[in-house]
């Protein structure tokens, strides 16, 4: 499903624009970086989905390019046998950021997308976006020509934020195997969530505010879902599911823009707010990202706020693109992470079946999964919400105050010494400063845990029964 929230840079403290948001997913997640990479002429990549999908399709390819882009991601294993690994997107070199989001179709598109569809998926497109786009508006260029010459995979209908430093689009990418897309600007004054993305009234031909493919209105004419002498064209109701703004999303937009209306408008923990309140995040948010869209000095000084789990127990600690490794603990594990219960480590098996053998690393597998350790934390949150749920989110909210005074003062050391061209010390530097961070992180998460399940258990039984305590939330 996801959520995302664009921020306009008109309303922050800081004069620049925000993207955050997390993914829901019910499989693990891990934080990893994808080199800039070379590729020989000629070459091609699988995309699509297979026929064991919960929407089946066939896999295609589709050409490579000359040189794909370094970007952080988070990655996960599973979701409605879309194939592994999965990404809603991140942040790239030149500044572009993704987040995809959940936008289910109309019924009718559904059940028109045929069993053998190919095409890029929704996971596909935002790698795609990270690999190749310069700018917002050439990611949205992109999604666009790989519709129109491949199609599209899908599970439902899905969206995505695309955006950089200047401007932000939400793109929708519906069912139905018709090519159809539609893409929205944002710009300094915008404050959007999605959850699921929506657009709403488009005008009768593209222009720089909205675009989408000469057949888009055109389609729901010949289908008899649209007269364009009664109505203007709504995409939500005659495309998407009719529900405009969900209530999670009228909520959360209302009440940044009373933040945007105060004097010292939105700052980092604003942002924080909106993907770490208990009233939005809860388990299914597998994970947290907060990019503040600017343009540094240097590529490698980009910064992404990362969570390893849904923020509402759990802090965001910033990464940076010039890091050279992430730390194994923040990486992948098994745990939650689908195929790995009917594997090893160990190939004892492997002559009968390669696929015995563990994807996970022996190395790797042997650290603390931050993944697991805040899950665990969560959990024990949410069954003793009054008090300990506030005091560990309040807890990480500190944690996250000290961090951002801390940062300018890295990014500047490490500016310094890319001034000079000592990239290695700088890219060293970003990495050992995060990977501190990290690891504190996850040591005091560990200590919280402890101590919270020995509270917990001190004040009644845990909760053994199928129905999870959880926080009230809007969605």
Request: hydrophobic share 40%; aromatic share 8%; glycine share 8%.
């Amino acid at each position: 499903m996801s959520y995302g929230i664009y921020i306009g840079r008109n309303h922050s403290a800081d004069g620049h624009a925000w993207l955050a948001g997390y993914g829901d997913e019910p499989s693990s997640h891990w934080l990893e970086i994808a080199p800039r990479a070379s590729h020989a002429p000629g070459g091609r990549i699988e995309v699509g989905v297979s026929p064991s999908a919960d929407l089946p399709g066939q896999r295609s390819t589709i050409a490579q390019v000359a040189q794909t882009f370094r970007h952080l991601r988070v990655s996960y294993s599973y979701y409605l046998g879309v194939p592994a690994p999965i990404t809603n997107g991140g942040l790239n070199e030149h500044g572009v950021a993704v987040r995809d989001i959940w936008s289910t179709s109309r019924k009718a598109l559904t059940r028109m997308t045929p069993p053998d569809q190919q095409g890029p998926n929704y996971s596909d497109l935002a790698r795609l976006v990270l690999e190749r786009a310069r700018t917002a508006r050439e990611g949205v260029d992109l999604i666009a020509a790989l519709i129109a010459e491949h199609g599209y995979s899908c599970y439902g209908g899905n969206s995505h934020i695309i955006a950089d430093p200047d401007e932000a689009w939400v793109v929708i990418e519906f069912a139905g195997a018709q090519k159809l897309w539609v893409a929205e600007r944002l710009g300094p004054d915008s404050i959007r969530a999605s959850r699921p993305g929506y657009i709403g009234v488009i005008p009768d031909s593209p222009n720089d505010e909205f675009l989408f493919p000469d057949h888009f209105i055109s389609f729901a004419i010949k289908q008899g879902w649209y007269d364009p002498a009664q109505d203007a064209f709504d995409v939500n109701a005659i495309y998407g599911d009719g529900k405009g703004r969900w209530d999670g999303v009228a909520w959360i937009e209302d009440e940044m823009r009373q933040r945007a209306a105060r004097p010292e408008k939105i700052g980092l923990h604003d942002v924080v707010f909106a993907i770490a309140t208990e009233r939005l995040t809860g388990d299914t948010a597998g994970y947290g990202q907060i990019v503040p869209l600017v343009h540094p000095s240097h590529d490698a000084l980009r910064v992404m706020w990362h969570a390893p789990v849904g923020p509402v127990t759990a802090p965001l600690v910033p990464v940076f693109m010039g890091m050279t490794e992430i730390p194994l603990e923040y990486g992948i594990h098994r745990y939650l992470t689908t195929g790995e219960s009917a594997r090893f480590l160990d190939e004892r098996h492997s002559e009968r079946n390669g696929d015995t053998i563990s994807h996970v690393a022996q190395g790797a597998e042997v650290t603390h999964s931050a993944f697991a350790v805040h899950k665990r934390l969560m959990h024990l949150a949410f069954q003793m919400q009054d008090p300990l749920l506030s005091e560990i989110y309040e807890h990480w909210r500190r944690s996250e105050v000290r961090l951002e005074a801390e940062l300018p003062d890295i990014l500047r050391s490490a500016e310094i010494l890319l001034e000079q061209n000592e990239d290695r010390l700088a890219r060293r530097l970003l990495t050992l400063q995060s990977t501190h961070w990290l690891h504190n992180a996850l040591q005091e998460a560990m200590s919280l845990a402890e101590a919270a399940e020995k509270r917990v258990r001190n004040h009644g039984p845990l909760n053994l029964g199928l129905r999870p305590m959880k926080p009230n939330q809007v969605w």
